[in-house]
């Protein structure tokens, strides 16, 4: 077999037509795959650096309510949790009394909602990459099964077990689990990597809004 014959554009070119299939939906998810972490990296660091950024500004404030109104209203996670806080904060404080004990309960809750609801949205199509990690090997060995009942459809069409009959097809059947594993291993070292960092900044995310309900929750003393 030719060495040109080898090169990825000729294995795809003779293949059938349910291997090009294959070979071409392999190669959507790595690309698609590749899109996912480039993007998803991009956030989460924009995520961490801004997070860190506002909560370092934030405990060296004096004034929570000036603050919130000159930084408080940004798009990374460590705002949304102030602003869930400080809207939850003012609703319950507007009457005359205060129910102190039923004020800490639903801060508490507004704060956590809000952690778990930054979590998600940073989160977001990790299900996708956990999706190609886990079927993309499958469907290369699909593509490398048919590949093999092509090549022994040659052999006994052709009634010969020369290299050069069965070649062809088992080329086209390695490269197939090839490209499986090629959109495989980069989803699901990112998936684990993403995964890793997610669960650090929700960490990183509940801490801040604890010290942040513990600091309101001493302003209910103070105002009694």
Known sequence: MPTDAMSPIALFMQADIVVKVVMGGLLLASIWTWAIIVGHWLKMRRAARESERFEREFWK???IDSFYEKKGRGEHPSAKVLAAGIAEWRRSTAGRTIDKDGTRSRLAVALHS???AETDRLA?????LATVGSVAPFVGLFGTV???MRSFSDIAGQQSTSLAVVAPGIAEALFATALGLFAAIPAVIAYNRFSFGI????????RFADGFHGTLSRELELDS
């Open 61 to 63: 404030s004096e004034d």
């Open 114 to 116: 809000a952690v778990a």
């Open 124 to 128: 977001a199509r990790l299900n996708i």
């Open 146 to 148: 048919w590949g093999i």
């Open 199 to 206: 669960n650090r900044l929700e960490a990183r995310l509940q």
